[in-house]
């Protein structure tokens, strides 16, 4: 209930702004079309044509939404389980981190969508591995960067508190830096997840034969701009979904959670 | 099973001096000794090298300059043996760890068999309803007395605290120096804890050594000869006050 009262503005506000925009662009296609003038609808679909062709197209839409989500979510699952590793081996072994930091850096600053035709070439057009690939790059990055930054600022205290006690290094991370670093940890898997659907997204409409980014293209070249639309507030809707999952993921693994965030 | 109770360590820190780099003394030749069970208590301004000291104690710092014996052991030594244990500032509990395995993480990390037991600890800091909460149910004190247990399980014979209670209000600091000293009476682990609070530090001190602003150079060492057997009763009386005013006059002509 109070997470509805909490939307609800926001909500008001949508429905408030598709209202205006059906409203303006009847009246403009309308004065248009008895000018002779092609209709507006090419350009920018009403709401109303947004939802009526996304619906006929339903079936199309949905085999698209769960084929990226299934290339999403191994990428985002090998994403976080590689940059977890990695960050361990970084606090275990420093020399790892001074040598590969600047390569696992160097990796996500290329632009994605430059890099993309690179890793399809690699793996394969049309193959999973390759969207799965594009996707778990795009995830790794916040979660390596969040945790490692955690890692290294352990506070003095709880420096000198293991150090008094003689912590190994596999303690001061078991029993210190992963507890203290949740938090953060949680708050990168909110910005990786919805990244991650960027990723597979970006991959198919490289060179992928199925999937919304492949349905996206087609749509364009189609001219079914309602299509287009009805995918992009799908993709809208899933992204954020994600991040209510994880929400909701957080209290459920991390019971103690609840009361932090309280 | 070692005997149930533990003789704090003797400690004897001489000509230490210290510096992070060349430029300026943090610390100017320390001389400061505490016989087992005492506690002494640094009182200095901030940035006095107060803490500095304590890290170069527990040997995170490493010692450059002087010595430091603990039961005739270096540092290092000492903390191999699982004899120090700190209580810093904030309590620094852990977040996905309840009052009781906050508690206990020292033994989790040190593996320790020859330590306290968690209910007594629980019980003697009145938290045995509460050993089931997060950290973030509790009180600011609640949090205190559960980081207090936590330097206590390991049976320590120096316990290290850096302003152990200076984050608390006043009723509650008051109070939680009464139950350290009740505490203490039934361990005796040798204690050197430094605060800010002159009057802290006449209440649960055997020793004052009063710290110069940067370098830290002790420059008064006071033996307290209050009455302190019945912890309750310190503050009801005239002594300590008096005692209390000659500390303050001493750090009026000093610093």
Redesign the interface.
């Known amino acids: 209930m109070k997470v509805l009262f909490s939307v609800l503005p926001s909500l008001l506000l949508v429905l408030f702004i598709v209202t205006v925009w059906q409203l303006t662009e009847d009246a403009i296609n309308h004065e248009r079309v008895a000018r002779g003038e092609t209709s507006l609808e090419f350009f920018i679909p009403t709401p109303r044509t947004i939802i009526e062709e996304g619906w006929n197209a339903r079936d199309t839409i949905w085999r698209a939404m769960s084929a990226t989500l299934q290339k999403s979510f191994v990428g985002f699952m090998l994403g976080t389980v590689a940059a977890v590793i990695i960050v361990i081996l970084y606090d275990l072994f420093p020399i790892i981190r001074t040598t590969t930091f600047p390569i696992a850096f160097a990796i996500q600053s290329f632009p994605i969508i430059g890099l993309a035709p690179a890793i399809i070439l690699l793996f394969g057009q049309d193959s999973f591995l390759s969207f799965v690939i594009v996707s778990a790059i795009l995830t790794y990055f916040p979660i390596l960067l969040s945790l490692d930054e955690h890692f290294n600022q352990l506070?003095n205290?709880?420096?000198?508190?293991?150090?008094?006690?003689?912590?190994t290094r596999w303690?001061v991370l078991r029993?210190?830096k992963f507890?203290?670093s949740?938090s953060s940890f949680v708050t990168a898997l909110k910005l990786a997840a919805p990244a991650s659907i960027v990723g597979a997204t970006i991959g198919e409409w490289i060179g992928s034969s199925d999937g919304i980014g492949r349905l996206i293209t087609v749509s364009l070249y189609q001219l079914r701009p309602g299509v287009l639309y009805a995918c992009l507030v799908l993709l809208a809707l899933v992204s954020a979904s994600t991040v209510l999952i994880i929400k909701v993921l957080e209290f459920v693994v991390?019971p103690?959670?609840r009361?932090?965030r309280? | 099973m070692m005997s149930a109770v533990q003789r704090g360590c003797a400690v004897e820190i001489l000509a230490l001096s210290y510096t992070y780099s060349n430029a300026q003394y943090i610390l100017d030749n320390i001389n400061l000794s505490l016989s087992p069970g005492e506690i002494g208590v640094i009182v200095g301004p901030s940035g006095s090298g107060k803490t500095t000291l304590l890290?170069l104690i527990?040997?995170?710092n490493k010692l450059k300059t002087g010595s430091i014996k603990i039961n005739g052991q270096g540092s290092n030594e000492a903390?191999?043996q699982?004899w120090?244990?700190?209580m810093?500032?904030?309590p620094?509990l852990?977040?996905?760890?309840s009052v009781r395995e906050n508690i206990r993480?020292?033994l989790?990390?040190?593996q320790k068999k020859d330590a306290y037991d968690v209910d007594m600890l629980l019980e003697l800091i009145g938290m045995s309803n509460s050993s089931h909460l997060?950290p973030?149910?509790l009180s600011g004190g609640m949090r205190q007395r559960t980081a207090l247990a936590r330097a206590l399980i390991?049976r320590p014979r120096l316990l290290?605290m850096?302003e152990p209670f200076s984050a608390l209000d006043e009723l509650f600091r008051e109070q939680l120096q009464q139950e350290f000293l009740q505490l203490h009476s039934q361990f005796s682990p040798t204690t050197l804890m430094i605060t800010h609070s002159v009057e802290e530090a006449v209440f649960v001190a055997d020793r004052i050594f009063l710290f110069s602003s940067l370098p830290g150079r002790i420059i008064n060492d006071t033996k307290i000869h209050l009455d302190k057997i019945h912890p309750g009763m310190i503050r009801l009386n005239d002594d300590y006050y008096r005692v209390v005013k000659q500390v303050r006059e001493m750090m009026r002509t000093y610093l």
Do not use: C
């Open positions: 506070d205290d709880y420096q000198q508190i293991a150090f008094i006690y003689n912590a303690q029993f210190f507890p203290l949740v991390f103690w959670m009361h932090e309280a | 890290r527990s040997g995170i903390r191999r699982n120090l244990s700190l810093p500032q904030s620094k852990l977040p996905n760890r993480l020292p989790d990390i040190t997060y973030a149910q390991t290290l850096d």
